[in-house]
């Protein structure tokens, strides 16, 4: 009988909750995760954040309709290379292209064709049919050469940023690939390390960086890889990631910086705390990620960034005014060319690539990001050992009624200040499992009464 009352006392009942939901926080169990994520990305939502530097930015979008009438995917580079010709007549600020460049494209004939140009100059003769010959033989190979072809255009393109593909995680055991020596020396210079050994960035266990033949026409090569939280979201980009000793930063701050006229020289990294470029800085975790504000788009329109068919541009149907002075991004969403991410904004996974990258270029220039502060940890596990005490000492003595109003007090108090410092001071205080406690807490003492 005594072991019986004993399990029906509130204080245990409130205790045992406590124990299973803190075991649950400290394991970052997918439920609890997704709870806080969830009261995140209403925080995010709530924002009021003016576009600034989003009005700046502007997509070029590989769609379906650019599909219907280009061809299906992938296409020649020279059609890259055409559109890049027309961005670089407009006189841009900067271009991003987040395509995938990383093998070479050559036509299957073209090795036929040189080899039989190469016979052809080695005849001695200098007929007329032979010349003319020799005049076509190499109007086709250069047309079938599409890579030359957006190699010439990638060196025209002002403040141009490719991609390098990356993926992150820990490797298999084997020792890494080293960089290619084209690649040497497009890491970051300015490299800090931290006062204590405890914060590194992650490292890169698959590196894909583009051919050195367009790599060489780049002004800057970054990657752009997020973190994906337990519900698949993208909230957090890594703005600096190792690999064979070096530190490459994310495709958007070099595209923010090249804009700004700062080079590789221009930006400090200081491990642990973030990336310096003249008065811009973005803030990183010890692990080098960066929670990105997000653009919410105007009523009526599917985007706040500016968007054009990439089939427009390449048929040459638009004003080049509408380019010039801006950042430019190129790529898709569309399966097979791109990816596409679930957002703090739009939860359908329908945010390509680009508009991404646009996001995290506007946070940048705008200095709009999310932080934790260093005590947020603390005060959490605070706010949990309130609520505890809370249930276990004080909700038994209180009235129905009384208890009632005070927890859901507690509870809007708890949810109104995450939302507060996330709309006022872009700061995280995750407080959705001290409110789960408080909700469980509640409504299991209630029903045993």
């Avoid at 580079?77 to 070479?104: C, E």
């Avoid at 939280?229 to 490459?248: H, S």
């Avoid at 005070?406 to 995450?418: D, K, M, R, W």
């Amino acid at each position: 009988m005594r072991k019986s009352g004993y399990l029906q006392k509130d204080w245990f009942i409130a205790l045992a909750i406590g124990i299973v939901l803190g075991a649950a926080v400290i394991a970052k169990s997918d439920g609890i995760e997704q709870l806080e994520l969830y009261a995140y990305d209403v925080g995010v939502r709530l924002t009021h954040r003016p576009p600034g530097a989003a009005d700046q930015v502007v997509i070029v979008s590989i769609d379906e309709p650019s599909l219907r009438e280009l061809g299906p995917w992938p296409w020649p580079r020279s059609v890259l290379a055409t559109t890049l010709n027309r961005l670089s007549d407009a006189k841009p600020r900067g271009v991003a292209v987040l395509l995938d460049l990383t093998q070479p494209q050559t036509d299957r004939g073209l090795k036929a064709l040189q080899l039989i140009h190469g016979k052809i100059n080695a005849i001695r003769s200098t007929s007329p049919q032979i010349r003319d010959l020799r005049e076509l033989l190499s109007q086709t190979e250069s047309e079938l050469d599409t890579d030359a072809a957006l190699a010439r255009s990638l060196a025209d393109t002002p403040r141009l940023v490719l991609p390098m593909l990356v993926e992150v995680g820990k490797s298999d055991g084997s020792s890494a690939a080293k960089a290619p020596a084209y690649m040497e020396r497009r890491g970051l210079v300015n490299v800090v390390p931290p006062a204590r050994d405890l914060a590194q960035p992650e490292r890169i266990k698959n590196f894909r960086p583009p051919i050195e033949q367009f790599a060489r026409q780049a002004s800057a090569i970054g990657h752009l890889r997020v973190r994906t939280d337990p519900d698949g979201g993208a909230r957090a980009i890594y703005t600096v990631l190792e690999y064979d000793g070096q530190y490459f930063a994310s495709l958007p701050v070099l595209l923010a910086a090249r804009s700004l006229g700062f080079d590789m020289r221009g930006i400090d990294y200081r491990i642990g705390r973030g990336v310096q470029a003249g008065n811009l800085f973005v803030p990183t975790d010890k692990t080098g990620l960066t929670a990105i504000g997000f653009y919410a788009p105007p009523p009526g329109k599917s985007s706040v960034f500016t968007t054009y068919s990439f089939r427009d541009v390449f048929g040459g149907s638009l004003p080049p005014s509408v380019f010039t002075n801006k950042l430019v991004l190129i790529g898709s969403g569309l399966n097979g060319i791109g990816a596409a991410f679930s957002t703090p904004i739009d939860h359908r996974a329908r945010t390509g690539e680009p508009e991404l990258a646009a996001n995290a270029v506007a946070s940048i220039l705008n200095q709009d990001f999310y932080t934790r502060a260093p005590w947020a940890k603390w005060a959490e596990a605070g706010l949990l050992f309130v609520v505890l005490a809370y249930l276990m000492f004080l909700l038994p003595y209180l009235s129905t009624n009384t208890a009632t109003l005070v927890s859901l007090l507690v509870f809007v108090g708890l949810f109104g200040a995450e939302q507060f410092l996330m709309m006022s001071e872009r700061m995280w205080l995750r407080t959705a499992s001290p409110a789960l406690l408080l909700f469980a807490g509640h409504v299991a003492i209630s029903l045993k009464r």
